[in-house]
T-cell receptor, first 114, second 110 residues
């Protein structure tokens, strides 16, 4: 158990629908990152939050949005789902201090869009 | 952040040392080298990181060349459970994202 909790583990839905993925960071970590991994693809960075504020944005589609709440958990919202959105979605957290910064990943949420 | 180049795949005999190379020729002075691995669809797992000096922990050793343009991750006694995709990442401590690239798929052979 890495200490980063992601729910749900598996989710099956239909095209056009909306889903919310949830991430609870490791205790003490202020930063949350979201990554998408499609079948046999690398990890694509989506977005990062630090202490409630958006810090960096990667290849995140306009149909996707995220936020980090005061208790530091984060949610990734995926709307108007398409077949191509089927993927593993990973959340990672880190302490964010000067010097090296180590990410701790959750087990992922597997989204299947039918 | 500097990009990295890794061989797409490698094999290693069980019990032998696995040496995974990474080229990061455009690395700058404040950028760290990190290694992660991902075992079949699990969340990536941190292995080790370094700035200039060689590093060792309970999982692996990291050898960084003097010019810092390349590094090698060493798994001293590979086991079947080390079969995974290994990612070499270069990132400054102020950088905003970890760019994972395509990594090296290591297969440990019995």
């Amino acid at each position: 158990d890495s200490g980063v909790t992601q729910t749900p583990k598996h989710l099956i839905t239909a095209t056009g629908q909306r889903v919310t993925l949830r991430c609870s960071p490791r205790s003490g970590d202020l930063s949350v990152y979201w990554y998408q991994q499609s079948l046999d693809q690398g990890l694509q960075f989506l977005i990062q939050y630090y202490n409630g504020e958006e810090r960096a944005k990667g290849n995140i589609l306009e149909r996707f949005s995220a936020q980090q709440f005061p208790d530091l958990h984060s949610e990734l919202n995926l709307s108007s789902l398409e077949l191509g959105d089927s993927a593993l979605y990973f959340c990672a957290s880190s302490v964010e201090h000067s010097g090296a910064n180590v990410l701790t990943f959750g087990a992922g949420s597997r989204l299947t869009v039918l | 952040d500097a990009k990295t180049t890794q061989p797409p795949s490698m094999d290693c005999a069980e019990g032998r040392a696995a040496n995974l190379p990474c080229n990061h020729s455009t690395i700058s002075g404040n950028e760290y080298v990190y290694w992660y691995r991902q075992i079949h669809s699990q969340g990536p797992q941190y292995i080790i990181h370094g700035l200039k000096n060689n590093e060792t922990n309970e999982m692996a050793s990291l050898i960084i060349t003097e010019d810092r343009k390349s590094s090698t991750l060493i798994l001293p006694h590979a086991t079947l459970r080390d079969t995974a995709v290994y990612y070499c990442i270069v990132r400054s401590h102020t950088g905003n994202q970890f760019y994972f690239g395509t990594g090296t798929s290591l297969t440990v052979i019995p």
